[in-house]
């Protein structure tokens, strides 16, 4: 009859191994951690920097179009030959189908 005794050896060299895993699986993972937050960094001051930059392209931009806008007149598109308009509107009166009665038309759009 054969008897099974513990080897105390071989299961220490397991136990070794194993927590020596997890350590490199902990160390690794946070290498991965630091260097994904220093990316994440990176990237975010790179994005407040072209936000910053089309800020104040923008703004220069406004200010140009407002610098123009303000310097349109009524005498300057006169000049450039634009026509005040007299606006004409139709009343209920009015012949619409030009056989003078008066009809109204509806019309729904689908």
């Known amino acids: 009859m054969t008897t099974k005794t513990l080897d105390l050896n071989n299961i220490e060299r397991k136990i070794f ?3 020596a895993a ?3 699986i902990v160390i690794a993972f946070y290498l991965y951690s630091v260097a994904t937050l220093t990316i994440a960094v990176v ?6 920097q072209a936000s910053n930059e089309l800020t104040s ?3 220069a931009l ?4 407002l610098t123009y806008a ?4 009524l005498a300057y598109a ?10 004409m509107f139709v009343d209920s009166s009015t012949p619409i ?3 003078g009665d008066v009809k109204a038309k509806i019309s729904m759009a689908r």
């Open 62 to 65: 406004e200010s140009e179009y």
């Open 70 to 73: 303000n310097s349109i007149t």
């Open 22 to 24: 997890l350590i490199g």
């Open 57 to 59: 392209i923008s703004s």
């Open 43 to 48: 990237d975010r001051n790179n994005i407040n």
């Open 78 to 87: 006169q000049e450039l030959g634009f026509k005040e308009v007299k606006a």
């Open 17 to 19: 191994w194993v927590l």
């Open 97 to 99: 189908n030009g056989t």
